[in-house]
């Protein structure tokens, strides 16, 4: 199956400090228009799709990844996104790198090999408290 993707990298003046989630709250409440973005809509609740838009903070730059219609949206948008306001900081967006292909998903006959490039740690909400109430480190 091919997917079209887009990649965009938010070069700001300086490394952002807050996470992913910071920069989708700021995305999706400047661009409330477009449900994909946060996943939020007025009359029904949520949206229970496979997140179509996915927001990365590596090594201090900001990143938006678009699947599909996200992909269409992020191109829409992204003229229009030219400081961050994260948090209590305020970023100004020197330039936007846009990197579009089509891209081959599904199953392959070798093995591929990935590394997470960010932390990340499968919990729900009642699971994640539980964990940050540990203090031991040999028990995290």
Request: no cysteine.
């Given at each position: 199956m091919t997917l079209k993707t887009l990649v965009l990298?938010?070069?700001?003046e300086r490394p952002i400090?807050?996470?992913a989630a910071k920069l989708r709250g700021y995305i999706a409440g400047r661009f409330k228009q477009y449900p994909i973005l946060h996943h939020h809509?007025?009359?029904a609740g949520y949206l229970y799709t496979y997140p179509r838009?996915?927001?990365k903070q590596i090594e201090g730059t900001p990143l938006v990844l678009g699947i599909e219609e996200g992909a269409d949206i992020l191109k829409k948008i992204s003229d229009e996104i030219e400081e961050l306001k994260l948090g209590k900081s305020v970023y100004k967006v020197k330039s936007i790198q846009m990197t579009q292909m089509n891209a081959e998903f599904g199953p392959c006959r070798e093995n591929n090999h990935y590394k997470f490039v960010v932390h990340w740690l499968a919990l729900n909400p009642a699971n994640y408290e539980r964990y940050k109430g540990i203090n031991d480190w040999k028990e995290k």
């Open positions: 990298i938010l070069n700001t400090k807050e996470d809509l007025e009359e838009i996915q927001y």
